[in-house]
């Protein structure tokens, strides 16, 4: 037996053999495990991207899919000058446009020139105009802010002081004779006018305005006996966006909002103003070129 056992375990056809069955084994469990290791760098992988998708969606800016191009029409305007004339702001006054610079308020006519209007009691700078209309009749009111924060009435001379909390009137809109908007550093405040005692009185805080790229807000009826308003904001070219009109319903129901894209040709947005017929009108101007309806 020990002889046998001794032959046996020297004989090379059958170490040979031994062998090439444990390289077998070893190959069968490498192919086992890597096919493992493979599934489950695959499945990783498609988790990986899952996720990324995912964020891309929660990313996605929604209102961006249902934007839609705004028809642009340019308004030839005679400027009173093409190099130092720079509004700062513009008013949708009944069926025409009150425009103002640092200094002075204007009327658009007709005929698409520009009539000089007397404010009086004030002398600017200006921060914004807006106007106040009973019926057609509409003439221009000024926010000023030096030496304090007023709304100047140009007709009446009345200057009324706006609240201050969290800060000063930044930019003002009206409806009709008594009803007056104004964003406190992106707080918009609705005020009615009180004619027994010539003041603007507070009546409650709105809503919150993102203050990003916001050059303008203006606030329009839905139409005669509506207690329904519209809200635009007005807002400068950001990073992936070009100029924009944002138009938003405020009331009761569920909240809704149009978007209209500006073409990124145009000139640089400093003002806008919004008709109760829902058309938007922009006020663009680039430092050294004329202004633009």
């Not at 405040?189 to 709105?206: D, I």
């Not at 924009?244 to 009331?251: D, I, L, P, Q, Y």
Request: charge should be negative; hydrophobic fraction near 40%.
């Amino acid at each position: 037996l020990d002889d046998a056992e001794s032959r046996t375990r020297e004989d090379p056809e059958w170490q040979l053999k031994h062998l090439l069955a444990g390289c077998r084994a070893s190959i069968l469990r490498a192919r086992r495990q890597g096919g493992t290791t493979m599934a489950l760098g695959h499945f990783l992988a498609a988790i990986t991207w899952s996720s990324m998708l995912v964020w891309s969606i929660v990313q996605l800016p929604w209102e961006d899919l249902n934007a839609r191009s705004i028809a642009v029409e340019d308004l030839i305007v005679s400027w009173p000058s093409n190099i130092y004339f720079k509004p700062r702001a513009l008013a949708c006054a009944g069926q025409w446009l009150v425009l103002a610079d640092e200094f002075g308020t204007f009327a658009l006519r007709e005929d698409k020139s520009l009539e000089r209007l007397t404010c009086s009691n004030a002398s600017g700078p200006f921060a914004d105009v807006t106007a106040r209309c009973t019926g057609d009749d509409c003439w221009p009111l000024v926010l000023s802010r030096e030496p304090r924060a007023e709304l100047i009435d140009c007709r009446s001379g009345r200057a009324a002081t706006l609240l201050h909390v969290p800060g000063p009137a930044d930019q003002v809109a009206t409806i009709g004779s008594d009803d007056f908007f104004a964003l406190h550093s992106g707080l918009l405040t609705q005020y009615q006018w009180n004619s027994a005692q010539s003041v603007l009185k507070p009546l409650w805080r709105m809503v919150e305005v993102d203050p990003h790229g916001l050059q303008a807000f203006d606030v329009a009826s839905m139409g005669k006996d509506s207690n329904m308003h519209l809200l635009a904001t007005f807002r400068n070219a950001s990073a992936g966006r070009p100029a924009h009109v944002e138009v938003h319903k405020m009331s009761s129901g569920p909240p809704t909002r149009r978007l209209w894209m500006l073409p990124w040709s145009l000139p640089t947005l400093r003002s806008g103003c919004l008709m109760e017929n829902g058309t938007a009108y922009v006020l663009l101007q680039d430092d050294g070129s004329p202004p633009m309806l």
